[in-house]
């Protein structure tokens, strides 16, 4: 098969690689489409501390059963492919968290992932997987954005999103912008997104934002306080990499405000100072999350298949294999909105 290989940092190849077997208990998934994601991006420049080289890249995955040894799925199933890999045995499995699993691994990092034909994914044994059926109204590109969509799932529960809240997110990027469409399904009372870039403010208002602010040019603490008639959010989301938690943000929430810190930073950013006593007369709770479980992904896909998925809208940039390094770069420099793999197939 062909595949898009990670050498080492700085050196990506497409070339001609042993397409995997169909695992013991598993499928064998013959991928149509895979998201680029700024962490990919990252690793093809600079890689990442959980890479093992060379290294199939791609975590954000959806395609056709082309082979099965599972009784849940069948040759030709269309399936969304959720990226962890989990024991189901440890006490975090075993609480539902399977994202926190003892031995969790990642397709696309510890394990061969998506920028390629063909998949193994385990479905018995220490270590498996999950995949979520496709219906026929989302198509493989959107499905591709089942695993960031759930991503947002997880933080949203535990931010505790909920009805008639007004919540704030930091950054339209593809992140930013689905966390919108949840936090509308969660029955959210008014979205406010803050983002410097011009065609993302663009997007965002034409799709789940009620007010969009750049606060390059508008004061977004004096922007948050018209909206709210000076009673700030309920929620804050940090779905930019470049911004954290800081006294302004703690300023600009309700009491019983609740900060969800969603995106990594690098040091210095990353080195918050906040007051305590602040965080503790409002009863501010503040919040991480990273990654998704198995059953998040799934809640992604029916979110996709009965609620407002204006997919027309996003923006989604197909490349090939032969042009993924475009993809990357342009994933890199946020020249567009998302780019997605789409991928030809022959073993």
Same mark, same amino acid.
């Given at each position: ?37 700024s962490s ?77 034909q063909y ?45 008639h809240d ?88 309700? !009491?019983?405000?609740?900060?969800? /810190?969603? @995106?990594? +930073? #690098?040091?210095? *950013?990353? %080195?918050?100072?906040? &007051?305590?006593? =602040? ?30 998925? !204006?997919?027309?809208?996003?923006? /989604?940039? @197909?490349? +090939? #294999?032969?042009? *993924?390094? %475009?993809?990357?770069? &342009?994933?890199? =420099? ?14």
């Open positions: 098969m062909k595949a898009a290989i990670l050498i080492q940092p700085g050196k990506l190849e497409i070339r001609e690689t042993r397409t995997p077997e169909c695992p013991p208990g598993g499928v064998l998934v013959e991928v149509k489409a895979c998201g680029i994601c990919d991006a990252k690793m093809v420049t600079s890689g990442h501390r959980a890479l093992n080289y060379p290294r199939i890249l791609g975590h954000e995955i959806a395609g056709i059963v082309s082979e099965s040894q599972n009784p849940q799925f069948k040759p030709g199933d269309r399936v969304q492919v959720a990226p962890g890999l989990r024991c189901g045995e440890c006490l975090a499995c075993r609480r539902g968290m399977d994202n926190q699993c003892e031995h969790r691994e990642i397709l696309g990092f510890s394990h061969d992932g998506g920028f390629a998949i193994s994914i385990p479905l018995s044994g220490p270590i498996i997987g999950a995949l979520t059926l496709l219906p026929e109204n989302v198509s493989f590109e959107d499905a591709a954005l089942g695993e960031p969509l759930a991503c947002c799932i997880n933080a949203q529960e535990k931010a505790g999103v909920r009805s007004t919540v704030l997110i930091i950054g339209a990027g593809p992140l930013g912008l689905l966390h919108a469409l949840v936090a509308k399904s969660r029955r959210a009372q008014t979205v406010i997104i803050s983002e410097t870039l011009e065609y993302r403010r663009t997007t965002a208002q034409n799709i789940w934002a009620d007010y969009v602010v750049n606060p390059l040019e508008e004061n977004l603490y004096q922007s948050v306080v018209e909206v709210t008639d000076g009673k700030g959010v309920d929620v804050v989301i940090f779905a930019c990499s470049q911004v954290a938690p800081d006294e302004t943000v703690i300023n600009l929430l309700a !009491p019983c405000g609740r900060i969800s /810190i969603f @995106s990594s +930073t #690098l040091p210095p *950013i990353s %080195q918050l100072r906040l &007051d305590s006593n =602040t965080i503790h007369y409002k009863e501010i709770v503040i919040s991480g999350a990273y990654g998704c479980t198995a059953r998040q992904n799934k809640e992604a896909i029916n979110l996709m298949t009965f609620n407002m998925w !204006p997919s027309y809208k996003f923006a /989604i940039h @197909s490349v +090939t #294999l032969e042009t *993924i390094e %475009q993809g990357i770069e &342009d994933t890199k =420099t946020n020249r567009v909105l998302k780019s997605v793999l789409e991928v030809t197939n022959g073993k």
